[in-house]
């Protein structure tokens, strides 16, 4: 099992940024992909953006530009850097992380964290 815990979210402006962690623990070893996927009412979950181990990265388009996903191997984090915040960014978003071992693929998620976007 791998947990992940984020941290970061809140309340920001239009225009402003904003900075979201997750931390990952447990069986770690077998993680290759880690990313940002989010949720806003009443919308199916979308791709935020992806990393792989190796640094490769797959943004959403609608955050292209503005969102930028980092990974941090020895200390198992994946952080999103997010700027140009718009109303339409405001959603629960989730970390997520996928295990493949021995063949055998495995989604985790976290609890989500709130992002609102408003004056």
């Known amino acids: 099992q791998v947990q992940l815990v984020e941290s970061g979210g809140g309340l920001v402006q239009p225009g402003g940024s904003l900075r979201l962690s997750c931390a990952a623990s447990?069986?770690?070893?077998?993680?290759?992909?880690m990313g940002w996927y989010r949720q806003a009412p009443g919308k199916g979950r979308e791709l935020v953006g992806i990393i792989t181990s190796g640094g490769s990265t797959n943004y959403g388009n609608s955050v292209k530009g503005r969102f930028t996903v980092s990974r941090d191997n020895a200390n198992n984090t994946v952080a999103l850097q997010m700027h140009s915040l718009e109303p339409e960014d405001t959603a629960v978003y989730y970390c997520?992380?996928?295990?493949?071992?021995?063949?055998?693929?495995?989604?985790?998620w976290g609890q989500g964290t709130q992002v609102t976007v408003s004056s």
């Open positions: 997520h992380a996928v295990a493949v071992v021995g063949g055998v693929r495995d989604d985790y």
């Open positions: 447990g069986r770690i070893f077998g993680v290759n992909f």
